[in-house]
């Protein structure tokens, strides 16, 4: 296989030639080798972008399952414990929002009270994957301190249940 390139080369004007000279890799004296050409170096280089970019696409796509799965999960979490969940002031600062507050709702909705009043709501799973890491990292403690109120409280109900249950055990034992 014969590669031809092209030259330009302006000869000299001192000999009084204006013309112009090409000249062909085969004039230079560069001959075609009937050996296989190894494939150059950009080649492998453009594979392994490629090999590195599916992998990038094949990541985007588990990461958007995990958002989608992890909003799923929290939504049904809420709505167990019956209840939203304020953000802490430090995501605000972090976030460099003018938000006199956040919250997650029963939802899995972010809403975000702005200083003037008006609300903002997006939905958790339609949040870039690092706001919803952010996110999810800010309330942890949160939810945490919901899920042992909820355990407390419904322990207690059921402390004055076997409480009520015993009483009117006695009760019907004694007529």
Do not use: W
């Amino acid at each position: 296989m014969s590669i031809f390139v092209i030259r330009h080369r302006s000869l000299n004007r001192k000999n009084g030639s204006g013309l112009s000279a090409l000249t062909t890799e085969r004039e230079a004296g560069i001959t075609d080798s009937n050996e296989p050409e190894k494939p150059p170096e950009i080649i492998e280089l453009l594979e392994g972008i490629h090999e590195e970019n599916e992998r990038i696409s094949e990541l985007y796509a588990r990461e958007k399952e995990c958002v989608k799965a992890l909003s799923k999960l929290l939504k049904d979490l809420m709505i167990t414990l019956n209840t939203s969940l304020v953000l802490s002031k430090e995501v605000l600062e972090r976030k460099g929002l003018d938000a006199s507050q956040i919250y997650i709702n029963g939802d899995s909705e972010v809403n975000i009270v702005l200083r003037d009043g008006q609300v903002k709501t997006m939905k958790l799973e339609e949040m870039s994957p690092a706001s919803v890491l952010s996110i999810l990292t800010a309330l942890m403690p949160s939810l945490r301190k919901a899920i042992a109120t909820n355990r407390t409280d419904i322990g207690d109900r059921v402390n004055i249940f076997d409480k009520i249950i015993n009483e009117l055990r006695r009760s019907i034992s004694s007529s």
